[in-house]
């Protein structure tokens, strides 16, 4: 971290935009190159992730109500126990397979609605629940034995990466595209087509470094200058770094700028191949915000009017990005 300078706060954190027409910006193609994003994504595949994957956001898994997901093949099921934690188990009732994606909860216990079955934390002959995690933004599940080589060994908690202080004000925004994770994570090891690409959400942006093919853990990192948008004559200039914590997570954190600690976590979980038999994989993106100014404490009051705000700008990048990772999927699946 000692190449980031910490520039004073400035009251205003806006700064007029002065950026040239789309098409005059600079190239970064050169600068862009295929050996380099690939090495930074096996260098991330060499990170176990512990068999955990990221299943919802830990909100979408409310008391009193089922959510379903199919994971890496496997119909999950997710519900909270009268204590309000996290439990995850097999999809399918154990008695005749109903779905329990929709099964109400009762007194901490799904209950089959085709007989009526009731399946609790301790579980059955034929049913048992599965290891899961609850960091209070996200919920996790780990899957043993799925032949994934990254799962690696079980691990007892998921590697999370660096988050800011509490409070914060979190949101998540799931999307799913038509490719495998290594293609989500791809696509966020190459900061380089953000201005390009994004036009609407970025501008000014520099790769101040980029990590060298053999370089060591402590400087497997990118380090992008940009500018967010806010309009069509206002941004926000940060410094940002982006690291992969686990083979299925990239990390950006603002570390120097407006809401400096500030991060956005892409988490690319693999479900199945969809009707076409192309692999499906869910985009599910938290942003957890952080700022120590006064007025911060009141967006976080207004966290209900706020996340929908954040979900809608998280979902609009990745229906472009998701473009570019389903490009790079078919590409590979031609060769």
């Given at each position: 971290?000692?190449?980031?300078?910490?520039?004073?706060?400035?009251?205003?954190?806006?700064?007029?935009?002065?950026?040239?027409?789309?098409?005059?910006?600079?190239?970064?193609?050169?600068?862009?190159?295929?050996?380099?994003?690939?090495?930074?994504?096996?260098?991330?595949?060499?990170?176990?992730?512990?068999?955990?994957?990221?299943?919802?956001?830990?909100?979408?898994?409310?008391?009193?109500?089922?959510?379903?997901?199919?994971?890496?093949?496997?119909?999950?099921?997710?519900?909270?126990?009268?204590?309000?934690?996290?439990?995850?188990?097999?999809?399918?009732?154990?008695?005749?397979?109903?779905?329990?994606?929709?099964?109400?909860?009762?007194?901490?216990?799904?209950?089959?609605?085709?007989?009526?079955?009731?399946?609790?934390?301790?579980?059955?002959?034929?049913?048992?629940?599965?290891?899961?995690?609850?960091?209070?933004?996200?919920?996790?599940?780990?899957?043993?034995?799925?032949?994934?080589?990254?799962?690696?060994?079980?691990?007892?908690?998921?590697?999370?990466?660096?988050?800011?202080?509490?409070?914060?004000?979190?949101?998540?925004?799931?999307?799913?595209?038509?490719?495998?994770?290594?293609?989500?994570?791809?696509?966020?090891?190459?900061?380089?087509?953000?201005?390009?690409?994004?036009?609407?959400?970025?501008?000014?942006?520099?790769?101040?470094?980029?990590?060298?093919?053999?370089?060591?853990?402590?400087?497997?990192?990118?380090?992008?200058?940009?500018?967010?948008?806010?309009?069509?004559?206002?941004?926000?200039?940060?410094?940002?770094?982006?690291?992969?914590?686990?083979?299925?997570?990239?990390?950006?954190?603002?570390?120097?700028?407006?809401?400096?600690?500030?991060?956005?976590?892409?988490?690319?979980?693999?479900?199945?191949p969809g009707p076409d038999g192309v692999p499906r994989t869910a985009v599910i993106e938290a942003v957890v915000a952080h700022s120590d100014r006064p007025g911060f404490a009141k967006a976080r009051t207004a966290g209900p009017l706020v996340r929908p705000l954040m979900r809608v700008a998280a979902a609009r990048l990745w229906r472009d990005?998701?473009?570019?990772?389903?490009?790079?999927?078919?590409?590979?699946?031609?060769?």
């Open positions: 971290m000692n190449d980031v300078r910490t520039t004073a706060r400035p009251a205003n954190p806006l700064r007029r935009l002065h950026r040239p027409r789309w098409a005059e910006q600079e190239p970064t193609w050169a600068d862009a190159k295929p050996g380099l994003i690939r090495a930074a994504l096996n260098r991330a595949r060499a990170r176990t992730t512990g068999g955990w994957y990221v299943l919802a956001a830990s909100r979408e898994v409310r008391p009193g109500k089922a959510f379903g997901r199919v994971v890496a093949g496997r119909e999950l099921v997710a519900w909270r126990d009268t204590d309000g934690a996290l439990r995850v188990g097999p999809g399918a009732c154990p008695h005749l397979g109903a779905a329990l994606c929709d099964a109400p909860v009762h007194e901490g216990r799904l209950v089959c609605r085709w007989h009526g079955l009731a399946l609790g934390a301790s579980g059955r002959p034929g049913w048992r629940t599965l290891p899961a995690h609850d960091d209070g933004v996200l919920a996790w599940v780990r899957l043993d034995g799925t032949g994934d080589p990254v799962d690696g060994e079980p691990t007892d908690a998921p590697v999370i990466g660096p988050r800011p202080p509490l409070p914060g004000l979190d949101a998540v925004a799931t999307v799913i595209g038509r490719c495998e994770p290594d293609d989500v994570v791809a696509n966020r090891l190459d900061p380089w087509h953000g201005a390009w690409f994004h036009p609407y959400s970025f501008t000014a942006l520099r790769v101040l470094s980029a990590p060298a093919v053999d370089c060591p853990p402590a400087e497997d990192r990118f380090l992008v200058e940009v500018t967010f948008t806010l309009g069509k004559r206002y941004g926000v200039p940060v410094v940002a770094e982006f690291s992969c914590p686990d083979a299925r997570t990239i990390t950006m954190r603002i570390v120097d700028g407006e809401g400096t600690g500030s991060v956005v976590e892409t988490h690319a979980t693999p479900l199945r990005d998701l473009d570019y990772a389903e490009r790079r999927y078919a590409l590979r699946a031609r060769s």
